[in-house]
Structure formats: structure tokens, C-alpha cells
């Protein structure tokens, strides 16, 4: 899948890169304008590549590698040998094609994509391997982070292609499972994005079509049915897809909010009277009923449900992110699949208390206070002190997202979501 624009990427950035030189090595690749995922993919695959030749050095060396004084000079060899490792031209392309490969076909079809990057044509493969090639994903963070909590909670050794297909297609369809057309819209836009930091772009109809293969590989059988009734109105390559999206799912969501509301007004108007009315109480009573429902509708017409939640920017990726880890039906600590997969026993309590700071173990305390508040432990105690107060989960969920969003924090991040398992835990 684009074959073509891959090499047309890669022919580009091997004749300004190889122009003046014969090599390359990772800190500059690093500082490359290319996407993160592609940097991170460059980056993990040297780490083990360097991780499995240091370990052969060790197993035939008549020296403590293990010693704690040589750990510290160790740490230091081994960013330093990473960071300097060279890539001729031959060696950069065929790497940056796997880069590629992996990279554009995860971001459109990250279930499918992920599996066979994961078992790498076998049918099964081993728990410790699984880990390592997960190590590689830098998009849709939620869905390696599930499956690694999932296998390291299990402890299995190995696990089936088929089993491990369907535990990423559950993981997906339970994360997002009250996702509208246009949150599944916000997720897909890092695909767009993606192919406009290589300056590659589609057009509105190749975007309608990419969009439904995304829909389809996350089973959303019917929003990708939806996509193929209205692309065929996309007849201008100029048009903004995202324009059109807002603008099918409005009619879309008016006429299906005016359909359920007559159906209201008619099961109501047929419903017997429950004590006898005179004439004029019954038909004040109508009146009553049907001036409601006719306000309904003048409001939908107007702000359509669907539109109304959010702007299609990448903040409301985050927002919604945000909304699914720290609602408490999302909440991955309280997830009925999460549960499934890692064990977690439903029937375990927890006592809630007021003094979060005299909770909180001390590793978390240092990653949160490091992650989220920049090392300033003035912040992480004026925020804990506010979280103190909150009368309930909801009240302390809204100014966690409020938090998430002004400091600009992922908040799919490891950190974030270790912090918001621990509020949770912790606020009633």
C-alpha cells in the first residue's frame, strides 16, 4: 500500500541527505524533519540491535558487566555507540522503507497492521518477542499499553496470531466504543497529518476512502457504510473532507434526532389517559406535550448533537483521550475488557481517603511530579490539595481534564494514565 509515494519518500530524503555525504548516523536522523513515529521506529531498532549484541559480549566475556560501577559507564557507551551508529545510503533506505511499511499501514489500519508486525509471518509467537516489537509503537498508545498490561499480567509464554488479532480488535472496539463518526474522524487526522509532514497529500475522495478503510479495520461496519453511501457526493477533488464530514453527519444527526422525536410525541399521544380529564385538561395536555418537542426540534435544527462536541482539531484528540481514561465507565482501572484480560479482580475494594499525597506511593510521586508538572513540586502540591476538596469522581475527572489541557499533557501517557488509575482508586 503506496508503494509508489514511499519510494518517492525515500528518494527525496536519500539525495539531500547522501548528496555531500557518504553516511548518516542516528543523531542526525533524530533531528530530521520526519514524522515521530519514523524517528521512534529508527531509535528502538538500534537500541535492540545494540541490546542483543551487548548481551553476546557479556555471555562470552571473562568480565563483570554486572558490576555497580561499570553500570553508570555502561549506560553512558551504550546511548553514545546509538547515537553515532552510521547508515550508509543502502543501509538508510532499506530502513527507512521499513520505517515506512510499518508506520503508514499501522496509522490506517492499526489492528491489522500491528498483528503482522508482531508476528512477522508466524502463527506463534512468543511472549518476550511481542514485547520487544510493541516497543516500536508510538501511535494509538492505548493499544500497546492494554495488550502489554494484558500479557504481563497473564504471564503467558506464547500467544496465537488469531488470539492476539482478536485481543486488538476488542482492546480498539472497547476503547472507543461510544466514539462518534467524528471522534473516529479526530483519531484518523493523525494518518492525514502524517502524510503532510512528508509532504504528501490527498485528495477529498482518496481521504473518503482511506477514512473507510481506517473505519473498517476497527469493525465500524456501519460508519464505514456511511462513508461509502456519501463519497460518491465528493465529485470536487478541492473540497475539504473534513468540511464534508461535518456537514453529512449535521443532516445525518437532524434527521435522525427529528425521526426519534415524533416517534416520542406519537407514543405519547397514544398512550391511554391514566384518571378521567375533562375536555380542556386533555387537550391542554397535548398542547404541552407537543410544544417540547417542537422546541427539540428548532434546537436541533440548529446545533446538531453530533458537531456540537467538539472542534476537529488534534486538542480534542487529547480531550477525548482524556474523557475516555478519566470517566469512570472508560476509566482503564474500571474497564469491564481491561478486567477480562488482565485479571483484575472485581470483587477487590478500595478504601478512599482525603490525603492523596499520604497515598501515593513514592515511585509514582516522583514520575507524576517529573511528567506531568515539569519537576516543579510547588504544582503537584497545589493540584493535590484541589483534587483534596473534590466532592466526587466527577468533579475531580473535570478539572483533571481541564488540568490535561492547559498544560498540554498526553493524556494517553503512561504517567497520565498510572496518575488518573491512582485518583480513581482514591476519590469517591
Request: net charge negative; charged share 35%.
Amino acid at each position: 500500500m503506496f508503494d509508489r509515494e514511499k519510494q518517492i519518500v525515500i528518494n527525496k530524503f536519500c539525495d539531500v541527505i547522501f548528496k555531500d555525504h557518504n553516511e548518516i548516523t542516528l543523531g542526525k536522523i533524530i533531528s530530521l524533519a520526519i514524522p515521530e513515529s519514523i524517528i521512534k521506529y529508527f531509535d528502538e531498532d538500534i537500541k535492540q540491535r545494540l541490546d542483543r549484541e551487548l548481551a553476546e559480549i557479556k555471555n562470552f566475556s571473562t568480565f563483570n558487566f554486572e558490576k555497580p560501577e561499570v553500570q553508570p559507564l555502561l549506560a553512558e557507551l551504550t546511548v553514545i555507540l546509538k547515537t553515532t551508529k552510521s547508515f550508509s545510503m543502502n543501509d538508510f533506505s532499506t530502513s527507512l522503507k521499513s520505517a515506512l511499511d510499518f508506520t503508514i499501514d499501522y496509522l490506517l489500519r492499526p489492528c491489522d497492521t500491528l498483528t503482522d508486525f508482531v508476528f512477522d509471518y508466524k502463527e506463534i509467537q512468543s511472549r518476550e518477542f511481542i514485547l520487544q516489537r510493541l516497543n516500536f509503537v508510538k501511535d494509538y498508545e492505548y493499544l500497546p499499553e492494554i495488550i502489554k498490561g494484558y500479557l504481563k499480567r497473564k504471564k503467558i509464554d506464547s500467544i496465537g496470531k488469531k488470539e492476539f488479532l482478536a485481543l486488538c480488535k476488542n482492546a480498539d472496539k472497547e476503547f472507543t466504543k461510544d466514539f462518534t463518526i467524528i471522534d473516529h474522524y479526530v483519531t484518523f487526522k493523525s494518518f492525514k497529518n502524517y502524510l503532510n509532514r512528508l509532504d504528501l497529500y490527498l485528495t477529498s475522495h482518496a481521504e473518503a476512502e482511506a477514512f473507510q478503510i481506517f473505519l473498517m479495520d476497527k469493525e465500524q461496519e456501519s460508519f464505514a457504510s456511511f462513508i461509502e453511501e456519501k463519497k460518491k457526493d465528493l465529485t470536487d477533488p478541492r473540497l475539504d473532507f473534513k468540511a464534508f464530514l461535518q456537514s453529512v453527519t449535521l443532516q445525518r444527526s437532524d434527521t435522525s434526532r427529528k425521526s426519534d422525536a415524533l416517534e416520542f410525541l406519537n407514543e405519547e399521544k397514544s398512550k391511554p389517559a391514566k384518571e378521567i380529564f375533562r375536555a380542556e385538561t386533555i387537550q391542554d395536555l397535548g398542547q404541552d406535550l407537543e410544544a417540547p418537542v417542537e422546541k427539540v426540534l428548532e434546537t436541533n435544527s440548529e446545533e446538531p448533537y453530533e458537531v456540537k462536541q467538539e472542534p476537529l482539531e488534534q486538542s480534542s484528540v487529547e480531550k477525548k483521550a482524556a474523557d475516555v481514561f478519566m470517566n469512570s465507565s472508560y476509566s482503564l482501572q474500571n474497564n469491564e475488557l481491561f478486567r477480562k484480560l488482565t485479571g483484575e479482580d472485581e470483587s477487590k475494594k478500595t478504601n478512599y481517603a482525603r490525603n492523596l499525597d499520604g497515598l501515593i506511593k513514592n515511585r509514582l510521586r516522583k514520575l507524576v511530579v517529573k511528567k506531568l508538572f515539569n519537576g516543579t513540586e510547588e504544582e503537584y502540591f497545589s493540584t493535590i490539595a484541589l483534587l483534596d476538596k473534590a466532592e466526587n469522581w466527577d468533579e475531580a475527572s473535570q478539572f483533571l481534564t481541564d488540568l490535561f489541557q492547559r498544560k498540554n499533557i498526553q493524556p494517553y501517557s503512561k504517567a497520565a494514565i498510572k496518575f488518573t488509575e491512582f485518583l480513581y482508586d482514591n476519590i469517591r
